[in-house]
């Protein structure tokens, strides 16, 4: 048995490296697809379905939507009635007149600025993480070098993924940048260290010749990462091909659909 033999065995880890990559550029290329179908639906095909239903059943929608608008605000005003009637003790005239007057014009009652300020509760405005880099009191060596680490990632993802060089992508391309620089500035703004070395490792792989710096750990984590994305836009499709009836409305039958 030999002990403290010091030796040390390096192994080449290139080829599960080059396979990593090319891994990561055939799942982003289906992302890519998936993406681009799902953006396609809310900006093109759908609005075009609701274009066609309006030309062939306009007059009728807009009587159901009065109608629907009518009853919501009439059964608000008999549902607060209702409680008027049982829990204050009024008669059927006195709370028909309360509830008019507490519903107004909103029939949810209350004001417009109360309601305001209650989703601004309901949403937590106030607790926005700030984008202020000021640090109140003395900072550790290692808090500092985590910062000069943020900063510098920050701004060589500035250099991949800024808007202004869009430009010079394809659509898909300048598309997945953008989800990309989205990121970037919400990770800088929370410090988060770890994700923007995950975001430099995608957009790194996404140019002609990725950096030999990326280690075979962060090439795995990034082809994790796609493959979750990939689940939850398919996931998206069946979901809309089950409950949206414009989903792929391009590629129906018109005549068979308006009977």
Same mark, same amino acid.
């Given at each position: 048995?030999?002990?403290?033999?010091?030796?040390?065995?390096?192994?080449?880890?290139?080829?599960?490296?080059?396979?990593?990559?090319?891994?990561?550029?055939?799942?982003?290329?289906?992302?890519?697809?998936?993406?681009?179908?799902?953006?396609?639906?809310?900006?093109?095909?759908?609005?075009?379905?609701?274009?066609?239903?309006?030309?062939?059943?306009?007059?009728?929608?807009?009587?159901?939507?009065?109608?629907?608008?009518?009853?919501?605000? @009439?059964?608000?005003?008999?549902?607060?009635?209702?409680?008027?009637?049982?829990?204050?003790?009024?008669?059927?005239?006195?709370?028909?007149?309360?509830?008019?007057?507490?519903?107004?014009?909103?029939?949810?009652?209350?004001?417009?600025?109360?309601?305001?300020?209650?989703?601004?509760?309901?949403?937590?405005?106030?607790? @926005?993480?700030?984008?202020?880099?000021?640090?109140?009191?003395?900072?550790?060596?290692?808090? *500092?070098?985590?910062?000069?680490?943020? *900063?510098?990632?920050?701004? *060589?993802?500035?250099?991949?993924?800024?808007?202004?060089?869009?430009?010079?992508?394809?659509?898909?391309?300048?598309?997945?940048?953008?989800?990309?620089?989205?990121?970037?500035?919400?990770?800088?703004?929370?410090?988060?260290?770890?994700?923007?070395?995950?975001?430099?490792?995608?957009?790194?792989?996404?140019?002609?010749?990725?950096?030999?710096?990326?280690?075979?750990?962060?090439?795995?984590?990034?082809?994790?990462?796609?493959?979750?994305?990939?689940?939850?836009?398919?996931?998206?499709?069946?979901?809309?091909?089950?409950?949206?009836?414009?989903?792929?409305?391009?590629?129906?039958?018109?005549?068979?659909?308006?009977?």
């Amino acid at each position: 048995m030999m002990r403290n033999s010091g030796a040390v065995i390096r192994i080449d880890d290139q080829p599960l490296r080059t396979e990593a990559t090319l891994e990561f550029r055939r799942l982003h290329k289906n992302y890519l697809r998936h993406s681009s179908e799902l953006e396609r639906h809310a900006n093109e095909v759908r609005p075009s379905y609701y274009r066609w239903i309006q030309g062939l059943f306009g007059e009728r929608l807009d009587s159901l939507a009065r109608l629907e608008s009518e009853f919501a605000r @009439k059964y608000e005003l008999l549902e607060r009635m209702r409680e008027l009637c049982i829990y204050e003790g009024f008669s059927r005239d006195e709370a028909y007149d309360s509830a008019t007057e507490e519903l107004g014009e909103s029939p949810f009652g209350g004001s417009t600025d109360e309601a305001e300020e209650d989703a601004d509760d309901d949403f937590g405005f106030e607790d @926005k993480p700030s984008s202020s880099w000021d640090h109140a009191g003395e900072t550790s060596r290692d808090e *500092k070098a985590e910062i000069l680490s943020i *900063k510098s990632l920050y701004r *060589k993802l500035a250099q991949l993924l800024h808007p202004d060089l869009a430009q010079h992508r394809s659509k898909a391309d300048a598309r997945a940048a953008n989800e990309l620089w989205l990121e970037t500035q919400s990770a800088y703004e929370l410090k988060d260290l770890a994700r923007l070395e995950l975001i430099w490792t995608i957009a790194n792989l996404n140019t002609d010749e990725p950096s030999r710096e990326l280690r075979l750990f962060d090439l795995r984590e990034a082809v994790a990462r796609l493959k979750s994305k990939i689940f939850w836009a398919k996931r998206e499709k069946r979901s809309l091909a089950k409950s949206d009836p414009s989903w792929r409305f391009d590629k129906k039958d018109k005549n068979a659909l308006a009977k």
